[in-house]
């Protein structure tokens, strides 16, 4: 199957400062990314849908200006957490998936704790 | 109501058990659904997608019921290594919806 990557896999940073996230698809060209955040003993909440070239669609109640996605190329997509908080600190994983199918290839995830 | 609900578990049975598992889905426009299997603290990775006419892989069989919008998982001859969250899925337009998955414990 596709193989999606994610770095890092662990982060610990101090409050108030800004993490990215990468995101690649590794053998497939990525039209659509989406970026997940997962709470402990939550379901896997979308945070945002991203198409290649353009502005990322966001959720309800996820702050654009916070979680920063740019979708640069069809294997990479980056988050970037700004000004980190405590409350930020959750389980973030991206997924992929070629147009014209509904399968979508997960990355293994990215533990974020801000202190 | 949630978009897609299913009963958190955990399941706690023993191996070579029989399990089930179910879950509802509210939106009648979705389109396609799959069971994916979490381990803890990793990503979910698909378990199989699901046929109305049900289908069928090793010792899972998913059924789909679109008219009461249903869908369930049978896991037969429980092995230790099925203890994961199962996570049922349907997708609206493009985006996924999970639920929140169901637990199961495979005891020796």
């Known amino acids: 199957g596709a193989v999606v990557s994610q770095h890092p896999s662990r982060v610990i940073c101090k409050s108030g400062t800004s993490v990215k996230i990468e995101c690649r698809s590794l053998?497939?060209?990525?039209?659509?990314m989406f970026w997940y955040r997962q709470f402990p003993k939550q379901s896997l909440m979308l945070m945002a849908t991203?198409?290649?070239?353009?502005?990322?669609?966001?959720e309800q109640g996820v702050e654009k200006d916070k979680f920063l996605i740019n979708h640069a190329s069809l294997t990479l997509s980056t988050l970037t957490v700004t000004s980190a908080h405590p409350e930020d600190s959750s389980f973030y994983i991206c997924?992929?998936?070629?147009?014209?199918?509904?399968?979508?290839?997960f990355g293994p995830g990215t533990r974020l704790t801000v202190t | 109501r949630k978009e897609v609900e299913q009963d958190p578990g955990p399941f706690n049975v023993p191996e070579g058990a029989t399990v089930a598992f179910n879950c509802t889905y509210s939106?009648?426009?979705?389109?396609?659904f799959f069971w994916y299997r979490q381990d803890c603290r990793k990503e979910p990775k698909l378990l199989m997608s699901?046929?109305?006419s049900g289908n069928e892989d090793g010792r899972f069989t998913a059924q789909l019921n679109r008219a009461s919008q249903y869908i369930s998982l049978l896991i037969r001859d429980s092995k230790l290594s099925d203890s994961a969250t199962y996570l049922c899925?349907?997708?609206?337009?493009?985006?996924?919806?999970f639920g929140k998955g169901t637990r199961l414990s495979v005891i020796a």
């Open positions: 939106n009648s426009a979705s389109q396609s």
């Open positions: 699901v046929y109305s």
């Open positions: 997924s992929a998936r070629t147009g014209g199918s509904y399968e979508q290839y």
């Open positions: 053998d497939f060209q990525a039209t659509t």
């Open positions: 899925v349907v997708n609206i337009n493009t985006p996924l919806v």
């Open positions: 991203s198409n290649e070239g353009s502005k990322a669609t966001y």
